[in-house]
């Protein structure tokens, strides 16, 4: 099961990395349905993301948090992010660790669940904000809901994600994943 998680951050991060290379230049400043960061930002957000997770768990020095990581060219910092970050969680026995975090103690395939339901949330913020037609793996995005509702429920929200949003229990996965991690349905940019 644990390579079914790899395989699933696999194809979400090449969703994403899809999304993106078709995100055009005025595009970038564009505002996004998490409503504090454009475009650009939720995209330096992902990237950084990827190097805290995977030097959480391949045991790296943490990223600079006030550096620019995107510099001139935001989706080559995004891919090479993602290679790492995939590189980080296909080690062998990495899944099934302990890691010590700011929330306390998961295992690998804990965090790769967590670091997967943010950036499938943040690829529907760019899809929304976009409007770039990519699909968010729905198999994946269905998995990565019951995990986040597994998690959430017995944690705060505080700091983190606004309370869940009304949807119709048959709307896809990836929008019924949004609108549990806050995000007004339908967006409102």
Request: charged share 20%.
């Amino acid at each position: 099961m644990s390579t079914v998680y790899v395989e699933d951050l696999a194809r979400a991060c090449a969703s994403v990395g899809d999304l993106l290379a078709g995100v055009r230049p005025e595009q970038w400043k564009e505002p996004t349905p998490c409503t504090e960061w454009n475009v650009r930002e939720v995209v330096a957000h992902l990237v950084g993301m990827d190097l805290v997770f995977a030097a959480m768990v391949g045991g790296g020095p943490m990223p600079d948090r006030g550096a620019d990581c995107l510099g001139d060219d935001p989706v080559g910092a995004y891919r090479s992010s993602s290679a790492s970050l995939l590189a980080a969680f296909s080690v062998p026995g990495v899944l099934e660790r302990s890691y010590r975090g700011p929330l306390g103690s998961a295992t690998g395939t804990e965090r790769l669940q967590i670091r997967l339901y943010d950036l499938l949330a943040h690829g529907w913020d760019l899809t929304q904000a976009t409007r770039i037609p990519v699909r968010l793996p729905e198999d994946v995005a269905e998995r990565a809901l019951a995990f986040a509702r597994s998690q959430l429920s017995t944690q705060s929200r505080t700091g983190r994600f606004a309370e869940p949003q009304p949807v119709e229990e048959t709307a896809p996965a990836i929008d019924r994943l949004a609108a549990f991690l806050g995000r007004p349905f339908p967006p409102q940019l």
